[in-house]
């Protein structure tokens, strides 16, 4: 038998154009001679759809098209589609997740989803009701365990703590399923995959049945999908796998079923490459835009995403920005206008000084009588925000921010300045990962992509004379640590000490964590690539007074 897996990337609710992205991958299929064609979670509707669940219409327009897909692809290979369903009880939420069987030109079954997430980025108990009932489906004699995402990360055996008390998985093969089927919608996070596939092949080989998963990619919003599709056998080895960070379509056929090896190109700093240039090729796309524009400081930051927004949506749809002011080096402008010449964008060089010194004389009699603080600082953050604004108003680009997550953590960005734009390309890559990430890129290409000096010199937003980010932050390979224990592994202050830090330096930095937390809430979206980002999945107060 071979079943094809659809590795398609949607967009959130464009049901006719997700339908003819399911139309051309089943014909592909069907080519291939597959007996079964399945797509990923929600595919029709692409995921997360979130609100727009609430609207019965968008519900039912996914539905109509549904009918009319079935009969496009009557005369193919029978296809399970993810779509949400209406729940016909006047009880319990009012739709399930839900996969639909088209055969014959009809819309023959409906299987659905059985355990519902709400952590992190989820949210489906606020739409969806769980399934209780066991789902087969029988295809040339074969029974066909049919489970939706979350359904296979519950395993008794491989989870030191479960989430939930039900294990669908186990259910199914009681009921005499021969394979299980996972229709998904994973985000993308450094190194998930590697544990994906530990946990399907333990399953597998647990229970000795094949087991197939089919995995949405490309970004939406703030989450990137990686696809990565996989098949194993029932002895729990890989024998077939779908791009990573790309379309595709994987046919695993279970007559032959050959150990293809483990997966390549796992290495960090890659894998963070792969889905921001992915999150922001897809972003500006299913956007509508075309180019982008950002500030260029000369900082490691922004030649980062400057070179992912290069690769993103290519060279001469990019326009970087130098904003010189008076504490501007000419080392940075230099480094800047290198970093530009190596990736073959456009530049633009608008200085500030006369601007600052409007907003200073503006200003001057309101500020009599007080001390230059950080107050002169921001404005010049500002000025350079407006200047990127107009710029992206002018042209009808996207403008990306440049912050990276360590100043995000800690509140070392400026709202309505640097934090200005629509899509903060490296806001959840910490620090010392961008310097990761940059090092990467220039032995990959093998030419210096990020100029050396951007590499080497010490950090520094230039605000004023000979300023350093160490004179306010803690040098960033301990401040990284901090917040990875803090904010990924729910570490305490006293936990973090007791690990070897510096008592102040803990109580400082959670402090500031904290007390940005308004800023956070005005920040662009950001995309996602760590276990826990500032984004959809962080849901802390802002008029609050805590200590952890």
């Keep these: 038998m071979k079943i094809a897996l659809l590795q398609l990337n949607p967009i959130v609710g464009d049901i006719p154009g997700n339908a003819r992205l399911i139309a051309e991958a089943a014909r592909q299929a069907k080519a291939a001679g597959a007996d079964l064609a399945v797509t990923p979670e929600l595919a029709l509707v692409g995921y997360l759809p979130r609100d727009l669940l609430l609207s019965e219409a968008f519900v039912s327009r996914s539905w109509q098209e549904l009918e009319q897909l079935a009969r496009e692809l009557a005369d193919g290979p029978p296809t399970l589609v993810g779509l949400p369903e209406p729940n016909p009880s006047d009880e319990g939420r009012p739709l399930f997740n839900s996969a639909a069987l088209l055969r014959g030109g ?5 299987f659905r989803k059985a355990l519902l997430p709400t952590y992190d980025v989820f949210d489906e108990d606020r739409y969806f009701e769980p399934y209780q009932a ?10 066909l365990g049919i489970s939706i995402c979350e359904d296979v990360w519950n395993d008794r055996d491989f989870w030191k703590r479960r989430r939930y008390h039900r294990d669908p998985v186990s259910e199914l093969v009681q009921a005499g399923a021969t394979v299980i089927l996972n229709l998904s919608a994973s985000p993308f996070s450094v190194g998930k995959h590697r544990l994906r596939e530990s946990m ?5 080989r647990k229970y000795g049945v094949p087991l197939l998963y089919v995995n949405q990619c490309g970004g939406n919003d703030d989450l990137v999908f990686d696809g990565r599709s996989c098949a194993f056998n029932a002895e729990g080895a890989p024998i077939a796998r779908g791009a990573a960070f790309a379309t595709d379509v994987v046919i695993a056929d279970l007559a032959h079923t050959a150990n293809i090896g483990p997966p390549s190109d796992l290495v960090a ?17 299913k956007c509508g835009f075309g180019s982008v524009v950002l500030g260029l400081s000369g900082g490691i930051d922004s ?14 749809n990019v326009l970087g920005v130098l904003m010189p002011s008076p504490y501007s080096s000419r080392g940075s402008i230099d480094d800047s206008l290198a970093l530009a010449s190596n990736l073959g964008i456009q530049t633009l060089t608008l200085p500030i000084a006369s601007a600052m010194q409007a907003m200073e004389g503006t200003l001057a009699d309101a500020f009599a009588g007080t001390e230059r603080d950080v107050t002169e600082e921001n404005i010049q953050a500002r000025i350079r925000g407006n200047l990127l604004m107009a710029l992206s108003n002018k042209r009808g680009a996207l403008l990306l921010t440049t912050g990276n997550k360590s100043e995000l953590a800690v509140g070392y960005c400026t709202l309505y300045g640097d934090m200005s734009g629509g899509l903060a390309v490296i806001a959840d ?12 890129l220039n032995h990959r290409e093998e030419r210096e992509v990020i100029p050396e000096p951007v590499l080497t010199k010490a950090p520094s937003a230039e605000l004023r004379p000979n300023q350093t980010d160490q004179d306010s932050l803690p040098p960033y390979d301990v401040l990284d640590d901090i917040l990875q224990r803090y904010i990924e592994r729910h570490e305490s202050a006293a936990t973090i000490i007791a690990a070897g ?3 102040a330096t803990v109580t400082r930095v959670l402090r500031l964590v904290r007390i940005a937390e308004f800023k956070r809430k005005q920040a662009a979206p950001g995309l996602k690539v760590t276990d826990r980002a500032f ?7 802002i008029a609050a007074r805590y200590e952890l």
Excluded: C, H, N
């Design 106 to 110: 009809r819309v023959e079954q409906r």
């Design 303 to 316: 030649a980062l995403t400057a070179a992912i927004a290069a690769d993103a949506l290519g060279p001469a």
């Design 429 to 440: 890559v910490p620090k010392t990962m961008v310097y990761r990430v940059a090092r990467w």
């Design 501 to 503: 830090f510096d008592a």
């Design 269 to 285: 700093e890659s894998e963070v490459w792969r889905a921001l240039v992915l999150g922001t090729r897809d972003y500006a796309r």
């Design 535 to 541: 984004g959809t999945g962080w849901r802390m107060p």
């Design 134 to 143: 066991v789902q087969i489906l029988d295809v040339s004699g074969v029974r």
């Design 200 to 204: 399907l092949a333990s399953m597998a």
